[in-house]
């Protein structure tokens, strides 16, 4: 059974940095190509970014376009999300989520995910 546990949320001023991790176990993490999605208090769970299972591609949403970063760590088994020039409306549960094999490498749908993390919380006070 495949499991992602994410860890690094907390509570940032805006302008701040925070770097998440997702860790998994159960599966051949290198194998697939991981991806991060947060959900706001009230909106739907959006996708933020994906990296490739070497770690030589990554996609992102416009909106953490040169604030974000992707990487990974096969060797360990993580995912991370460096996260900079934090902003309020960044406020969010943050989940990591493992793409399914048939799935497009830039698909945002969460449909093309098939495990996830319990997510980590990302407050950016203004």
């Known amino acids: 059974q495949v499991q992602l546990v994410e860890s690094g949320g907390g509570l940032v001023q805006a302008g701040g940095s925070l770097r998440l991790s997702c860790a998994a176990s159960?599966?051949?993490?290198?194998?697939?190509?991981m991806g991060w999605f947060r959900q706001a208090p009230g909106k739907e769970r959006e996708f933020v970014a994906v990296i490739n299972w070497s770690g030589g591609s990554t996609y992102y949403a416009d909106f953490v376009k040169g604030r974000f970063t992707i990487s990974r760590v096969n060797a360990k088994n993580t995912v991370y999300l460096q996260m900079n020039s934090l902003k309020p409306e960044d406020t969010a549960v943050y989940y990591c989520?493992?793409?399914?094999?048939?799935?497009?490498?830039?698909?945002?749908?969460?449909?093309?995910?098939?495990?996830w993390g319990q997510g980590t919380q990302v407050t950016v006070s203004s």
């Open positions: 989520a493992r793409q399914s094999n048939k799935a497009s490498f830039t698909s945002r749908s969460l449909h093309e995910y098939d495990y």
């Open positions: 159960g599966g051949t993490f290198s194998m697939y190509d």
